[in-house]
């Protein structure tokens, strides 16, 4: 199957710093991504989707001057979380269709200290 | 209403047991269903897709009402390696994004 990985796999950070998260989708073009947050012990929810070539669509309650995404080639979707803060650390997954499946990044483990 | 919906867990059960995981979705025009599996702090890997005609994949069979709105995952002869969070997930088709159940938890015990 397709390949999508992220990066970084995991990151520590002070609260108040930017974080930015790549998606890339390794052997296929995607001109759509999907961004998802995942609490412990809760399910994967949807944030936004990247577009290539436009603006991303945000979710309802997720604010998008605070989680920027760029979706700069149709391999590349990335998430930048500004002015991290405790409540932001979470699991963020990002996702790509191909051939009418959906294959999921390895997932990127945020800490805000 | 959540949109998908699962059974709540955790299922503890022996090596050997049979489980059923029930699911219901709000959404009447959803159009693709899947069972994801996602192992402790990893991400959702595709179990199966879930067709009308109900589907079988080794010991796992998934069937779909699209009348009732209801999914479920049956698992025959349950391993210790089938421990892990089960995600009933349906989306509207096409390049639209999924939309995940909370997941049930399932541990096989030996």
């Known amino acids: ?113 | 209403r959540k949109e998908v919906e699962q059974d709540p867990g955790p299922f503890n059960v022996p090596e050997g047991a049979t489980v059923a995981f029930n699911c219901t979705y709000s959404n009447s025009a959803s159009q693709s269903f899947f069972w994801y599996r996602q192992d402790c702090r990893k991400e959702p890997k595709l179990l199966m897709s879930v067709y009308s005609s109900g589907n079988e994949d080794g010991r796992f069979t998934a069937q779909l009402n699209r009348a009732s709105q209801y999914i479920s995952l049956l698992i025959r002869d349950s391993k210790l390696s089938d421990s892990a969070t089960y995600l009933c997930v349906v989306n509207g088709g096409g390049n639209t994004p999924l939309v995940f159940g909370k997941g049930t938890r399932l541990s096989v015990i030996a």
């Not at chain 1, 991504?33 to 979710?59: C, D, H, I, V």
């Open chain 1, 1 to 113: 199957g397709a390949v999508v990985s992220q990066h970084p796999s995991r990151v520590i950070c002070k609260s108040g710093t930017s974080v930015k998260i790549e998606c890339r989708s390794l052997d296929f073009q995607a001109t759509t991504m999907f961004w998802y947050r995942q609490f412990p012990k809760q399910s994967l929810m949807l944030m936004a989707t990247s577009n290539e070539g436009s603006k991303a669509t945000y979710e309802q309650g997720v604010e998008k001057d605070k989680f920027l995404i760029n979706h700069a080639s149709l391999t590349l979707s990335t998430l930048t979380v500004t002015s991290a803060h405790p409540e932001d650390s979470s699991f963020y997954i990002c996702s790509a269709p191909s051939s009418g499946e959906q294959f999921f990044g390895p997932g990127t483990r945020l800490t805000v200290l």
